[in-house]
């Protein structure tokens, strides 16, 4: 079946405009994830989606960014007002279960975004 | 809190020879962990994880890791290296009673030469 997949795949956008990334998760996959990878660091955890609702949303690193889930499929990840340091390559994954259960990520192929 | 290092940024190694990659984890209580692979401009691929039981867990693409709880050890291994295993390895870790968001490592980039 299909994996976790991932729009648009590379994004150029001008410092202040806003993004929205989207990721679509493997079917029934009840928890989704995005993170962020920047060069030469590890996976920064944003958002944490189990169905709908969204129990952690700790790494969200400012109000400019907000994301939602809708049908408990598809997520959309927006930066408002981006700036330079949002350039990275952002990640979703999705897993079976999620809460408590010790089950595997999936990621997608990732956003590269780049703030000019 | 949980954390996961990686001590080495780059791990060079010639094909055919074994290789290791290592990571040590921090946790409170017992720690569920997991192997991951990034190929460029690829998202991570699963390889292996472990939850209990054995120490030697053996997963895909002929890796394997063991669980050294004494040591807080979970090293990535291979008998002989390709140089298709020349990736960008992440591990992870979270506690089995804690926050079920695992923490990843920095990533260790595996060089084969061939």
């Known amino acids: 079946g299909a994996g976790v997949s991932q729009s648009p795949s590379n994004k150029v956008t001008e410092k202040g405009k806003d993004v929205e990334l989207r990721c679509d998760p493997i079917s029934g996959h009840t928890a989704l994830y995005w993170y962020r990878q920047s060069l030469g660091q590890g996976l920064e955890f944003l958002i944490y989606?189990?169905?709908?609702?969204?129990?952690?949303k700790s790494g969200l690193p400012s109000d400019r960014f907000s994301a939602e889930r809708t049908g408990g499929s598809v997520s959309t990840l927006t930066i408002q007002r981006t700036q330079q340091e949002d350039s990275a390559v952002y990640l979703c994954?999705?897993?079976?279960?999620?809460?408590?259960?010790?089950?595997?990520?999936?990621f997608g192929p990732g956003t590269r975004l780049t703030v000019l | 809190a949980q954390s996961v290092a990686q001590p080495e940024d780059q791990v060079n190694v010639a094909e055919g020879n074994p290789l290791t990659v290592k990571c040590t984890y921090s946790v409170s209580g017992n720690p569920y962990l997991f192997w991951y692979v990034q190929y460029p401009n690829r998202g991570l691929q699963f390889l292996l994880k472990y939850i209990t039981g054995d120490n030697l867990v053996k997963g895909s693409y002929g890796f394997e890791a063991e669980f050294n709880k004494s040591q807080t050890s979970f090293h990535l291994k291979k008998p002989s290296a390709l140089v298709s295993d020349s990736a960008l390895y992440f591990c992870?870790?979270?506690?089995?009673?804690?926050?079920?968001?695992?923490?990843f490592g920095r990533g260790t980039s595996l060089i084969v030469h061939p």
């Open positions: 992870a870790v979270r506690a089995s009673g804690g926050s079920y968001i695992p923490t």
């Open positions: 994954a999705s897993s079976l279960a999620g809460q408590g259960a010790i089950d595997t990520q999936y």
């Open positions: 989606f189990q169905g709908n609702s969204a129990p952690d």
